[in-house]
Nanobody
C-alpha cells in the first residue's frame, strides 16, 4: 500500500499549483483522504480532508477559499488545487489516508505519502 504525492514546485505569489496523491495497493474508495503540510522548523499541520466523492470537505482557515480538495475514485487519486498561493504556504505537503472517518489530527492517519515541496516566492 503506497501513497505517491506529486505536483509540487516553485511558484510566484498569486500563482497556482495542483498536487496529486495516487494510492496504490488497495481501493481507497471510502477512505478519508487528507493533505497536511510542514514548514521548516514547524509541526505537521492539517490542510484539507475529504471522505466520500461529493461529500463534505474540511479546510484549515488559512486556505479556505483558495484551496480545493477533490478525489477521483476511478483513479484512486486525491487532488489539492491551490490558488492564490502565498509565501506562507511554503512547506512540504503530505497526503494521508485512513480507512475510517478520520479527523484533522495527523495521529488519526496511518498511511502517509512521501511529501512534495511547495515553494512560493514573494
Amino acid at each position: 500500500v503506497q501513497l505517491q504525492a506529486s505536483g509540487g514546485g516553485l511558484v510566484q505569489a498569486g500563482g497556482s499549483l495542483r498536487l496529486s496523491c495516487a494510492a496504490s495497493g488497495r481501493t481507497f474508495r471510502t477512505y478519508t483522504m487528507a493533505w497536511f503540510r510542514q514548514a521548516p522548523g514547524k509541526g505537521r499541520d492539517f490542510v484539507a480532508r475529504t471522505r466520500l466523492p461529493g461529500g463534505r470537505t474540511y479546510y484549515t482557515d488559512s486556505v479556505k477559499g483558495r484551496f480545493t480538495i477533490s478525489r477521483d475514485n476511478a483513479k484512486n487519486t486525491v487532488y489539492l488545487q491551490m490558488n492564490t498561493l502565498k509565501p506562507e504556504d511554503t512547506a512540504v505537503y503530505y497526503c494521508a489516508a485512513d480507512p475510517g472517518d478520520a479527523s484533522s489530527r495527523s495521529r488519526d492517519y496511518n498511511l502517509w505519502g512521501q511529501g512534495t515541496q511547495v515553494t512560493v516566492s514573494s
